[in-house]
């Protein structure tokens, strides 16, 4: 502990130790302090560190000390004996001379692609030093993703989701050997398996004591509440509303559990178009091995049309066309509806905005 506090990453701003210091933070700011001033460092960090809202404290370091160059984000795999994915910073130690960055600073994100047996690495996005503190990653910042949140926030009743949310909680778990199920007399448990476009999923059904550990009170739902799944990268960003049938069941610590001023099914329906993907994709982040959707990239996600009637309308189709149909209709319906929805937006966007933006909207594959 003694030692953790001479490291500046270690510690919070009243000076108590952090929780969960990892070692890549250390080695980081090792490796800032052997550096002379005006001399670079290259090193390779988890990109969670990069990109993940609880790791900002470093990224802030990294600007505050270092010039930063280049930002190279690794594909997963890339390194034998592990999925997690990773990135490699380069960045100059500051001198007095440029101790605080120039207005015009900016930095070359780039990503790494496999071609054959080889890698190659391509400028994705530059991006304002000031703009670092919030991501570091290039899928963030790309002009594609950064021109299409744009341009949806201009569309007719578009909101960030935020602005229309009440109420969000992460639900609730235990591991290892507190972790029990019951057969009897208990509530159905949600995990993210079973949420789907096209409602919560009959099987697989588990089930747990409403007074257990497994359990807390904000993690119960109640019909009209919207369920995003916030991990895993087979099911990332996947979204419902919950029906009646459902109700007092209890989730997971794997989803997200919202509570909107806005139609509900619309948002379930919106995040499970392509255009919504899409936004998915650019605002998860690596932790580690996995994928995760964090609630302040959730929240800061544009849902266009949501506070205009069509929004209302697209949503009652919604949970009558594909969360009421039959077993075999429902995939069907879900797929008929997120295109026509995506043919709107491209549509519309095409309409307001400038040539660039449209760009943005073809590389996202609204125009298919």
């Known amino acids: 502990m003694d030692v953790l506090r001479d490291y500046e990453l270690a510690l919070l701003p009243d000076g108590s130790l952090r929780q969960g210091v ?19 460092i290259v090193v390779v960090l988890p990109r969670g560190l990069l990109c993940n809202p609880r790791s900002r404290h470093v990224r802030e370091y990294v600007v505050r000390t270092c010039r930063i160059a280049k930002v190279l984000d690794l594909p997963a795999g890339v390194f034998d004996g592990t999925r997690a ?21 900016t930095t ?3 990503e790494a692609r496999r071609n054959g047996d080889r890698y190659y690495a391509r400028t ?16 963030y910042h790309s002009a594609d993703a950064a021109n299409l949140r744009a341009g949806l926030l201009r569309l007719p009743g578009a909101r960030c989701l935020g602005d229309v949310t009440n109420d969000i909680v992460q639900g609730y778990t235990k591991y290892g050997r507190r972790r029990r199920f019951v057969q009897k007399g208990g509530v159905r448990y949600l995990e993210s398996r079973v949420i789907s476009p096209v409602g919560i999923l009959e099987n697989p059904r588990r089930y747990v004591s409403p007074r257990g550990r ?67 994709n650019a ?14 990239f959730l929240l800061e996600m544009p849902v266009p049309y949501v506070a205009s009637p069509m929004a209302v309308a697209y949503a009652e189709e919604y949970e009558r066309n594909v969360l009421g149909a039959g077993n075999t209709d429902k995939r069907a319906r879900l797929n008929e509806l997120t295109l026509r929805l995506d043919r709107q937006i491209a549509r519309d966007l095409r309409r307001q905005q400038p040539p660039c933006e449209a760009r943005g909207v073809e590389a996202a594959g609204l125009c298919q």
Not at 85 to 105: D, G, H, I, M, Y
Request: charged residues 25%; aromatic residues 6%.
């Open 108 to 110: 070359s994100l780039l």
């Open 22 to 40: 990892a070692k890549e933070e250390l080695f980081l700011e090792r490796f800032v302090r052997l550096a002379k001033p005006g001399g670079w």
């Open 283 to 296: 605002a998860a982040q690596q932790s580690g091995g996995a994928t995760t959707l964090s609630r302040e």
């Open 124 to 139: 994705v996005a530059r991006a304002e030093t000031g703009m670092l503190v919030r991501r570091m990653d290039s899928g």
């Open 214 to 280: 497994m359990v807390r009170a904000s993690a119960f739902v109640q019909p009209a509440d919207l369920l995003v799944v916030r991990v895993g990268s087979a099911c990332l960003g996947r979204a419902t509303i919950v029906r009646p049938r459902d109700r007092g069941s209890a989730i997971n610590d794997c989803i997200w559990r919202l509570r909107v001023d806005a139609p509900a099914g619309f948002i379930a329906l919106f995040l499970s178009s392509k255009t919504g993907r899409s936004l998915v």
């Open 85 to 105: 994915s990773a990135s490699v910073l380069f960045c100059q130690k500051r001198t007095e001379a440029n101790a605080t960055p120039p207005p015009n600073e």
